[in-house]
């Protein structure tokens, strides 16, 4: 099996500097800070994981590092790209260039077969390169799917379809890899399988942030640093 | 243009996706435009039959009533009508329906005046009368179809002068016209002027009628009055009213039939209202991927942009070409009869094309550019909110 070891471009920014992020949500009357005041510096190269209980804001937190969420108040600064002072478009396309994001629920578009899904951030670009499909290639080599390729998404098992949803995240080969609830219903051998394949990206170079509640990734000793999370605030540990 | 041919690979393959529901819009868009279509072909193709009758028309025809019911027209009339300013020619014809026994049916039988030149241009067999050429004549498709007839047979006529002065003239076919001419031509025998007054029982110095050729037809008004003082019970037909009558009753029915599909195109409207106003939860979510995964809004919006175009478009046309072929391959079956407002037709009318292009286009347009319009709008909240929202269901 050939290993596809693309590393990112070192710079001296720290991966992702966040600076008092918090997220109010409004429903009507109602009012709701989901995150509060959280200020994180991830270094290059660092594998971290977020943990805390389902509605700790977890998954907003990490909305907030990638740029996937408008922070209501703070800044992120990622790779030294101050995604969240950029304007839609822009942010837009800083995201695409440097973060790549793994959803819970994986968000691959059903009827798609797995290249199309590995391949579909590339369409704004006017399609993939030859290149550009053979690292895709490549990706779903390194993570056992070349069988797969051309099935659609629907049929693949859920680690089949976890590992292609991070292949796709992969494709533009970003610097920073978020990923939430990477472990989620998958048994403990697949946990050591995920655990071991992002101790391989960040040995490549790259910064990955997962959010997890589970303890099998959370103390596994490839983490470099856990950090807690309780109703929105850091906590220390 | 190379990402805008990604993108559109990417809508085709979102609506393959869809194709259940992709299959029932375009349907249900080509259904309407094929509706209003086949009104506005059949209105075009009655109008260009009518315009192209309406060539072979004098620009005045002056016929002649006594008490009431047409006479003939004496002949003496037709230097002074000629000496009118502003006309061109006056030709008195000889016509009128004769019946024939054999084929139990009238057949129109008309002199020749030299103005049917024309019409022999679309002769399909044989050639055209010549220049007073006696015992020789030139009939329609159907007529020699029925006859059993074809040119170089001899066809036997009684003259219509009835009881024992009725006499059989034997009339020599040199020619037949083609089936396209046959809405102007299948039931007309063309001969002599001198034959046609003998098989009519018109004595010489009358005449059925005057075709008045017109140096300029915008003057027939002030033609038509001088005529009217000199022919005693004079009709005058003007070739631009007679085109105008046709145009506006024709105009009429086809507004009225389209009236008639209003409630299918508010049926419609209010289907694409639902279709587009809110997105189905597998779009909706298929947007916040996009945006998830990098997409910016107007790239959400140029995608969505050429589904709805391909949906609308290719819907438009397939109901301008299901148009076309309803109305010019099978003949209108069903709407004919409506616009062309008589029970029996006879010869059949087998319509030429004419389609307008310009209205062809306008009717695309006109269905396409509301219905992307509206389809943008829900694409539009979708994407332009955060990704993460967009996927948890927010639009």
Known sequence: MSIEKESPAPTAAPAIDARGLTKRYEDGVRRREVVSDVSVVVPQGALWVLRGPSGSGKTTLLGLLGAMVTPTRGEVIVCGEPLSRLRDHHRTRARRRLVGFVFQELALVPGMTLTENVLLPLVPEGGATNAQRAHAAALLERFGLTAFADTRIERLSGGERQRGAVARALVLSPPVLLLDEPTAHLDAARVLEVVAMLAALRDEGRTIVATTHDPRLADSASVDRVLDLADGKLVEN | ?395
């Open chain 2, 1 to 395: 243009m190379k990402r805008q041919l990604a993108l559109i690979g990417y809508a085709l393959g979102a609506l393959s996706r869809r194709r259940g529901r992709s299959a029932a819009v375009t349907a249900g868009l080509a259904l309407v435009v094929g509706l209003f279509g086949s009104v506005l072909f059949l209105g075009d193709a009655l109008r260009a039959e009518v315009e192209a009758g309406a060539r072979y028309l004098p620009d005045l025809s002056v016929q002649r009533l006594v008490a009431g019911r047409p006479a003939l027209v004496p002949t003496d009339v037709v230097g002074a009508v000629r000496g009118i300013p502003g006309v061109r020619s006056v030709n008195a014809r000889v016509w009128g329906y004769l019946y024939v026994p054999p084929i139990s049916a009238n057949i129109t039988i008309l002199g020749a005046t030299g103005r049917e030149a024309t019409l022999h241009a679309a002769m399909v067999a044989g050639r055209s009368l010549r220049a007073g050429e006696r015992g020789a004549c030139v009939l329609g498709a159907a007529l020699a179809e029925a006859i059993g007839v074809e040119p170089g047979d001899e066809v036997s006529l009684s003259s219509d002068v009835g009881g024992s002065d009725a006499t059989v003239h034997w009339l020599r076919i040199v020619g037949v016209f083609h089936d396209a001419s046959a809405l102007r031509t299948a039931d007309v025998l063309i001969t002599s002027d001198a034959d046609a007054r003998n098989l009519l029982g018109v004595d010489a110095g009358l005449a059925t009628d005057l075709a008045v050729s017109l140096t300029t037809p915008d003057e027939a008004r002030v033609a038509s009055e001088k005529i009217a003082l000199l022919v005693a019970g004079a009709r005058i037909v003007d070739k631009q009213l007679l085109r105008r009558t046709y145009a506006l009753t024709l105009d009429g029915r086809g507004g009225l039939l389209s009236a008639m599909l209003l409630p299918a195109l508010a049926a419609l409207l209010l289907l694409a209202w639902d279709r587009l106003t809110g997105l189905s939860e597998a779009e909706r979510r298929e947007i916040g991927v996009l945006k998830a995964i990098g997409w910016e809004v107007s790239e959400v919006l140029t995608a969505r942009l050429w589904e709805s175009l391909l949906v609308a478009l290719g819907g438009a046309t397939l109901g301008v070409l299901g148009a076309y072929a309803y109305v010019f391959l099978a003949q209108a079956p069903g709407l004919a009869g409506a616009l062309y407002g008589w029970s029996a037709l006879y010869p059949p009318l087998r319509l030429t094309p004419q389609v307008d292009a310009a209205q062809a286009l306008a009717l695309i347009v006109g269905v396409a550019l509301p219905f992307v319009a509206v389809g943008l709008v829900p694409a539009w909240r979708a994407a332009t909110l955060d990704p993460d929202h967009a996927l948890r269901g927010g639009a």
